[in-house]
T-cell receptor, first 118, second 113 residues
Framework: GAGVSQSPSNKVTEKGKDVELRCDPISGHTALYWYRQSLGQGLEFLIYFQGNSAPDKSGLPSDRFSAERTGGSVSTLTIQRTQQEDSAVYLC????????????????FGPGTRLTVL | AQSVAQPEDQVNVAEGNPLTVKCTYSVSGNPYLFWYVQYPNRGLQFLLKYITGDNLVKGSYGFEAEFNKSQTSFHLKKPSALVSDSALYFCAVRDKSGNQFYFGTGTSLTVIP
């Protein structure tokens, strides 16, 4: 089966523009995560979706960042009015939680979207 | 606060020698612990995890890790390094109550032929 896919693989934009990053998780995976990876940094948690529950948005760095997950599958991360400090690799991951408490299941990561804000 | 530390940014080891990549953590309660590997221009791949039970866990590609509760460590090990093991390694921890995984900053492993 297909893994997690992300598009585009690279995105170059100008400061102030909006961008949308897409994630297609593994079919049947109930949990979806977005992370940001900056050079020399670890993975910074952004947002977490689990089934039909309200998403955990506690990692979003500002109100310019938002994400949605439609139909429990595809997710879109939107960054409005991009700034140069938004330049990073944005990673999406999914995992399967049969029960809400199955927090020990590993994540499957996509290849990432490299965002460059000029 | 929950955190993960990988004290070494870079580890170099000769091919055939044993390797260790260090990880310590700070979480409340008993954590779930993970190792991931990232090859150049690739997404992170799961290597192994500790949930409960035997402190020594074995994973993909001959890697293993030992959970040490008293030292709050989860070091990654391999008895004999291969050049193909050269990659970026991330330790991650999840507590049993939260939604987040906490990742370390990564350790770049270079295996020298």
């Amino acid at each position: 089966g297909a893994g997690v896919s992300q598009s585009p693989s690279n995105k170059v934009t100008e400061k102030g523009k909006d961008v949308e990053l897409r994630c297609d998780p593994i079919s049947g995976h109930t949990a979806l995560y977005w992370y940001r990876q900056s050079l020399g940094q670890g993975l910074e948690f952004l947002i977490y979706f689990q089934g039909n529950s309200a998403p955990d948005k506690s990692g979003l760095p500002s109100d310019r960042f938002s994400a949605e997950r439609t139909g429990g599958s595809v997710s879109t991360l939107t960054i409005q009015r991009t700034q140069q400090e938004d330049s990073a690799v944005y990673l999406c991951a999914s995992s399967f939680h049969k029960l809400a408490g199955d927090l020990y299941n590993e994540q499957f990561f996509g290849p990432g979207t490299r965002l460059t804000v000029l | 606060a929950q955190s993960v530390a990988q004290p070494e940014d870079q580890v170099n080891v000769a091919e055939g020698n044993p390797l260790t990549v260090k990880c310590t953590y700070s979480v409340s309660g008993n954590p779930y612990l993970f190792w991931y590997v990232q090859y150049p221009n690739r997404g992170l791949q799961f290597l192994l995890k500790y949930i409960t039970g035997d402190n020594l866990v074995k994973g993909s590609y001959g890697f293993e890790a030992e959970f040490n509760k008293s030292q709050t460590s989860f070091h990654l090990k391999k008895p004999s390094a291969l050049v193909s093991d050269s990659a970026l390694y991330f330790c991650a921890v999840r507590d049993k109550s939260g939604n987040q995984f906490y990742f370390g900053t990564g350790t770049s492993l270079t295996v020298i032929p």
